[in-house]
Nanobody
Framework: QVQLVESGGGLVQPGGSLRLSCAYSGFTLDYYTIGWFRQAPGKEREGVSC????????YYRDSVKGRFTISMNSAKNTVYLQMNSLKAEDTAVYYC?????????????WGQGTQVTVSS
């Protein structure tokens, strides 16, 4: 059974940084994707970034390009999301999700979420 557990959220001032971690387990195939998604109050869940296990290909939504970096440590079964130059509009609950096909809001496996609040 696939399990994902997020950590690293918190309160940060605008312009600050946070690193989120997603510890995962249970994938039995070599190809899988781990994505970061976020949902702000009153808004739909949206994709933030994604990484492919087999070749490390990464994807980012336009609004976070140049500020966020996704990475994978396969030895530790952990995916990281380094978030720099944070803005108030980055405030949301962040979820990591896993799938054996691709990253989307329809991913099969989800973590419980971690709150990120950007405020002065």
């Amino acid at each position: 059974q696939v399990q994902l557990v997020e950590s690293g959220g918190g309160l940060v001032q605008p312009g600050g940084s946070l690193r989120l971690s997603c510890a995962y387990s249970g994938f039995t195939l070599d190809y899988y994707t781990i994505g970061w998604f976020r949902q702000a109050p009153g808004k739909e869940r949206e994709g933030v970034s994604c990484i492919v296990s087999s070749d490390g290909t990464t994807y980012y939504r336009d609004s976070v390009k140049g500020r966020f970096t996704i990475s994978m440590n396969s030895a530790k079964n952990t995916v990281y999301l380094q978030m720099n130059s944070l803005k108030a509009e980055d405030t949301a609950v962040y979820y990591c999700a896993g799938d054996n096909v691709g990253c989307s809001t329809a991913s099969d496996y989800w973590g419980q979420g971690t709150q990120v609040t950007v405020s002065s």
